[in-house]
């Protein structure tokens, strides 16, 4: 366990890292669904449908799940969350380019309505940014502070 917090972490800086150096250009915008849960206090799991949109492309459709590790207590109704999505240049966006792991962090507090924010660093080659776009909105009673995981596919 330890092993993959440590993994993380490193992946996160180095990704954050290497995209502060290099200019990249918003390419879309990813917006998700995600189911309700429970915070099982240091870890959660929830699974999401997200649709990738951008302009003068066929909207695509991921599935995907996102895992917590960290401080996450409570349980949530479905959540939506939007980022902006940030590549190197738009050319490089193929076709089910967002497909792949990302880590990251994320916060959220909710008394019956809450929001969350969450930034999260990977895809093909580590290529991609997702950047909250507008705060992320739920209803529950929770509270988290971890590091992220997302899985598109």
Request: proline share 1%; with cysteine; charged share 15%.
């Amino acid at each position: 366990m330890k092993k993959l917090i440590a993994a993380a972490m490193a992946a996160l800086f180095l990704s954050a890292g290497a995209a502060q150096a290099e200019p990249s250009v918003q390419v879309g915008r990813l917006s998700c669904d995600v189911d309700g849960g429970v915070g099982l206090i240091v870890v959660s799991s929830k699974t999401l449908t997200c649709d990738f949109i951008r302009k003068g492309h066929k909207t695509e459709h991921y599935k995907g799940s996102i895992d917590k590790f960290g401080l996450d207590i409570g349980f949530t109704d479905m959540a939506h969350i939007e980022w902006l999505v940030f590549a190197g240049s738009s050319h490089e966006v193929k076709k089910h380019a967002l497909s792949g792991h990302y880590v990251g962090g994320s916060a959220e507090a909710t008394l019956f309505v809450g929001l969350g924010a969450n930034f999260l660093v990977g895809g093909f080659e580590n290529s991609y940014a997702l950047q909250p776009w507008s705060i992320q909105g739920q209803t529950g009673l929770n509270l988290s502070y971890a590091f992220s995981s997302l899985k598109l596919w």
